[in-house]
C-alpha cells in the first residue's frame, strides 16, 4: 500500500516542474544547473551576458564570434540540503553532495566565423531521502521509507557564431541533450501484518537540443539575448540582459540579467545583477546577487555569489562560489506533514582556459 501511494504521487508529478533540490526535481527534470565555468557561477548563472568563452557555448553562443583558440576546462562540487520546516523548526533536513559536475569545450575561429564544440553536464538527478511513517501523529510508527535517485543529464554540443554587422553577433549551438536517471523506493514495515515492499524503475532518452542568441558587444555597453530550446526533461529558456562599462567607477562593469524558464506558460523568474571589478592588471574580482519572484509562505529565493578571474601566460584561472536557496510547499512523502521545505545548494566551481595566442 505504501509503494503503491508514492508510485502514484510520482506520477502525478512527472509531468510538473520544480525547481530546486528534492525528489520533486529529481524525478521530473533534475536539479538543473546553471552555471558551467567560474565566471558564470560568480556572476549568478549568467546565460545571455557575461564573458566570452567557450562555456557560451552552452548559453549564448553568439558571445565567442571572432574568439581566439581557446580550450577551457572546468570542474564543479555542489552540495544540497533540503530542510522540513513545520512551526518554524527544522524538522527534517536531508543533504546530497555531487563532485561529477564539469565542462570540456573549445573555440577556433575559421574565416569569418568562430566554430566551437563541448560536453557539459546540465542536471542532476541524485537525491537520498529518508521518512518515518506514522498512521495517525500520536501514534508509534509503522514503517520506515527510503527514496534514492542518481543519474544526470548531459549536452553534446557543436557550435557556429559569426559578426553581422559591428558590434552585433550571432551564434547557434546545436547536439544532444542525453538525461539517463535510476530510481529505487524501499519501505520497510514495522508491523507483521504489513509486508515490505520495493520498486524500482529507470528512464533514458537522448534528444537534439539547441542554443541561439544575439549578443551585441560595444565598447561601454554590452547586451544579449539567448533561448535554449525545450526538451523532454529540460525546460525551454529565455534569459536577456545587459552591461556597462563605468571607468569612473574604478573601471568596474555592473549589469543585470533576466531568466525565464517555460516563458510563455509558467513564466518562472529569475533576475541577477552582477559586477566586475579589476584588481590589477591581470586580475578581476567577480561579485553578484541573484533572486526570484517563487513566493512560498511570504519567502522569495535569493542567492549570493563571488569568484575571481585571472590571467597568467597564456592561461586564465578562475574561481567562483554561488550560494542559492529557494521554498517550496511539497515533500517528496505524501504523508509528512510540513508548512514548508527550504531548498538550498553551494557550488564551488575551479577552471582553466588556454589560448596559444600568436602560437597559431
Do not use: C
Not at 577551457?72 to 555531487?98: F, Y
Not at 533576475?271 to 586580475?283: A, C, D, E, I, Q
Not at 521545505?341 to 582556459?353: C, H, K, P, Q, R
Amino acid at each position: 500500500m505504501r509503494a503503491s501511494t508514492i508510485i502514484i504521487v510520482i506520477l502525478a508529478l512527472s509531468g510538473t516542474q520544480a525547481f530546486g533540490f528534492g525528489y520533486h526535481d529529481a524525478i521530473t527534470n533534475g536539479t538543473v544547473l546553471g552555471g558551467f565555468s567560474p565566471y558564470t557561477i560568480a556572476l549568478g548563472t549568467v546565460r545571455a551576458v557575461g564573458a566570452s568563452e567557450p562555456a557560451s557555448i552552452f548559453t549564448n553562443p553568439a558571445q565567442i564570434a571572432m574568439h581566439q583558440f581557446t580550450v577551457q576546462l572546468s570542474g564543479s562540487s555542489i552540495s544540497w540540503a533540503e530542510r522540513v520546516i513545520e512551526s518554524d523548526i527544522d524538522k527534517t533536513v536531508r543533504t546530497l553532495m555531487t563532485n561529477s559536475n564539469g565542462l570540456a569545450a573549445v573555440v577556433y575561429p575559421a574565416g569569418g566565423i568562430t566554430i566551437g564544440a563541448g560536453v557539459v553536464k546540465v542536471a542532476e538527478f541524485g537525491y537520498e531521502g529518508m521518512h518515518i511513517i506514522f498512521d495517525d501523529p500520536g501514534a508509534p510508527e509503522v514503517g520506515l521509507a527510503l527514496l534514492e535517485s542518481s543519474g544526470s543529464q548531459v549536452e553534446a554540443m557543436g557550435s557556429v557564431s559569426t559578426v553581422i554587422s559591428g558590434p552585433l553577433s550571432a551564434g547557434f549551438s546545436g547536439g544532444v541533450r542525453r538525461a539517463a536517471a535510476e530510481y529505487q523506493y524501499n519501505y520497510a514495515s514495522f508491523l507483521f501484518s504489513v509486508p515490505d515492499s520495493s520498486n524500482a524503475w529507470s528512464k533514458e532518452k537522448s534528444e537534439f537540443a539547441w542554443h541561439a542568441g544575439l549578443a551585441l558587444n560595444g565598447d561601454l555597453f554590452k547586451s544579449g539575448i539567448s533561448y535554449s530550446s525545450e526538451t523532454e526533461y529540460m525546460e525551454n529558456i529565455l534569459a536577456f540582459g545587459g552591461s556597462a562599462y563605468a571607468e569612473h567607477l574604478k573601471k568596474t562593469t555592473v549589469g543585470f540579467e533576466a531568466e525565464i524558464t517555460s516563458p510563455f506558460d509558467q513564466n518562472l523568474f529569475l533576475g541577477k545583477l552582477f559586477l566586475s571589478m579589476p584588481l590589477t592588471k591581470s586580475l578581476e574580482a567577480l561579485i553578484s546577487v541573484s533572486f526570484d519572484d517563487n513566493r512560498v509562505a511570504n519567502r522569495a529565493g535569493f542567492g549570493f555569489g563571488m569568484g575571481f578571474s585571472g590571467r597568467v601566460g597564456r592561461f586564465i584561472l578562475g574561481g567562483g562560489v554561488l550560494n542559492r536557496f529557494r521554498a517550496r510547499m511539497d515533500t517528496a512523502f505524501p504523508d509528512e506533514a510540513s508548512d514548508r521545505v527550504d531548498d538550498s545548494y553551494t557550488i564551488i566551481n575551479l577552471g582553466v582556459s588556454y589560448s596559444p595566442g600568436d602560437l597559431l
